[in-house]
């Protein structure tokens, strides 16, 4: 089945200052690789998205990039914020809205003032 | 804005008792997900639902797991038989599907079983 690892498992950054979380992903046949936000004691919230047939996506400043051949998926988020602190989950899904999402262990974003 | 809504909040139960989740996906979605989520972990997926029968199931959801959607607005989770290791966050999810593969989750309901 498919494996997502993900990195790092925390992360701190000065405001302002740039962040990137990385996930690499073993199964050939997910296509669609969504990046979650979970603020403590709440529910998962789709930040951006990113389907296989692209590269690159951008909302704002956050940004994902693909590497099919790689395997790796990456999230960046630029001139980061205290409200930006949580933790992210990148996921890896096939090509079907049925199909089984699996998840990485999670980064925990601290945005210092 | 429409949300997925779940019922209760918070459940606490004995080990080995029966319990039920509910679930309000949003109203125009085809798609329905129930994931976990042990505290402190990741979220785990255990089963996906289309068109009134399973999709997909995680080895997590073994035969002390079923769901239905007994009518056209709930989706529930039902645990036959609890164990201490049941104890975690329960979501659901529920996506519209016809080229969108995006999901929204409910709020979550708190399992613990003791």
């Known amino acids: 089945g498919e494996n997502v690892e993900q990195h790092p498992s925390t992360l701190s950054v000065q405001e302002g200052d740039s962040a990137v979380i990385k996930c690499t992903y073993s199964?050939?046949?997910?296509?669609?690789f969504p990046w979650y936000k979970q603020e403590l004691g709440k529910r998962p919230q789709l930040i951006i998205d990113?389907?296989?047939?692209?590269g690159e996506k951008k909302d704002q400043r956050i940004a994902v990039t693909l590497n099919k051949t790689a395997k790796h998926f990456s999230l960046h988020i630029t001139e980061t914020q205290p409200e930006d602190s949580a933790v992210y989950f990148c996921?890896?899904?096939?090509?079907?809205?049925?199909?089984?999402?699996?998840f990485g262990d999670g980064t925990t974003l601290t945005v210092k003032p | 804005e429409p949300e997925v809504t779940q019922t209760p909040s918070h459940q606490v139960t004995q080990m080995g008792q029966e319990v039920i989740l509910r679930c309000v996906p949003i109203?125009?979605?085809?798609?329905f997900y129930w994931y976990r989520q042990i505290l402190g972990q990741k979220v785990e997926f255990l089963v996906s639902?289309?068109?009134?029968?399973?999709?997909?199931k995680s080895e997590i959801f073994d035969d002390q797991f079923s769901v239905e959607r007994p009518d056209g607005s709930n989706f529930t989770l039902k645990i036959r038989s609890t164990k201490l290791e049941d104890s975690a966050m329960y979501f659901c999810?529920?996506?519209?599907?016809?080229?969108?593969?995006?999901?929204?989750f409910g709020p979550g309901t708190r399992l613990t079983v003791t």
């Open positions: 999810a529920s996506g519209a599907g016809i080229s969108s593969y995006e999901q929204y």
């Open positions: 639902f289309y068109n009134n029968e399973i999709s997909e």
């Open positions: 199964d050939s046949a997910s296509n669609y």
């Open positions: 996921a890896a899904s096939p090509n079907t809205n049925a199909g089984k999402s699996t």
């Open positions: 990113i389907r296989s047939n692209v």
């Open positions: 109203s125009n979605h085809l798609y």
